[in-house]
T-cell receptor, first 113, second 115 residues
Framework: NAGVTQTPKFRVLKTGQSMTLLCAQD?????MYWYRQDPGMGLRLIHY???????AKGEVPDGYNVSRLKKQNFLLGLESAAPSQTSVYFC????????????FGQGTRLTVV | QQQVKQSPQSLIVQKGGIPIINCAYE??????FPWYQQFPGKGPALLIA?????SEKKEGRFTISFNKSAKQFSLHIMDSQPGDSATYFC??????????????FGRGTQLTVWP
């Protein structure tokens, strides 16, 4: 049972490049989330999904897009990377509306130069 | 606007001490308050959680105290150990509107326990 798996684990991008972060969960969870973690800022919600085919904006959605074509996968896209998007990105999933337990992946460390 | 305010930002205690981390919120729609623990290079993991119908919850050496009227809750770690050194996040989620299906996190407290 892998839980929540994120790929890649590390990536360096040049300003203006695009990339997609993949999150996969094998717990049949309905809810999936993308957070970014920056020093002193905690975890901030970028986008989330309450089920297959749905997406919604979080606190800091600008510059990111997401898709949830399959229940087990949640993709985070950066169309034109900026240095301000240098961060550690975490995907999470949960099986209840009230997030009684969110399971997190190991994170993706992204550097935009 | 920070929905959940957490303090202190960092905390250093000796082994056996009782670190206390505090959080405050304003949104009365919040009705679930978890704490997450994160070790370096790992994702956060649920440590303990509480609902507003109780004022205290204990799991092992970890205790949450909850003050509904003050809209505050805190984490106490009894007999702290070097292995407890980690970053701790408080969070909140709710049962209606924009709080439903979302976790709002505090900014985290980096705890160091010296042997």
């Amino acid at each position: 049972n892998a839980g929540v798996t994120q790929t890649p684990k590390f990536r360096v991008l040049k300003t203006g490049q695009s990339m997609t972060l993949l999150c996969a969960q094998d717990m049949n969870h309905e809810y999936m989330y993308w957070y970014r973690q920056d020093p002193g800022m905690g975890l901030r919600l970028i986008h989330y999904s309450v089920g297959e085919g749905t997406t919604a904006k979080g606190e800091v959605p600008d510059g990111y897009n997401v898709s949830r074509l399959k229940k087990q996968n949640f993709l985070l896209g950066l169309e034109s990377a900026a240095p301000s998007q240098t961060s550690v990105y975490f995907c999470a999933s949960s099986n209840t509306q009230e997030n009684t337990e969110a399971f997190f992946g190991q994170g993706t460390r992204l550097t935009v130069v | 606007q920070q929905q959940v305010k957490q303090s202190p930002q960092s905390l250093i205690v000796q082994k056996g001490g009782i670190p206390i981390i505090n959080c405050a919120y304003e949104n009365t729609a919040f009705d679930y308050f978890p704490w997450y623990q994160q070790f370096p290079g790992k994702g956060p993991a649920l440590l303990i959680a509480i609902r507003p119908d109780v004022s205290e919850k204990k799991e092992g050496r970890f205790t949450i105290s909850f003050n509904k009227s003050a809209k505050q809750f805190s984490l106490h770690i009894m007999d702290s150990q070097p292995g407890d050194s980690a970053t701790y996040f408080c969070a909140a989620s709710g049962n209606r509107g924009s709080t439903l299906g979302r976790l709002y996190f505090g900014r985290g407290t980096q705890l160091t326990v010296w042997p």
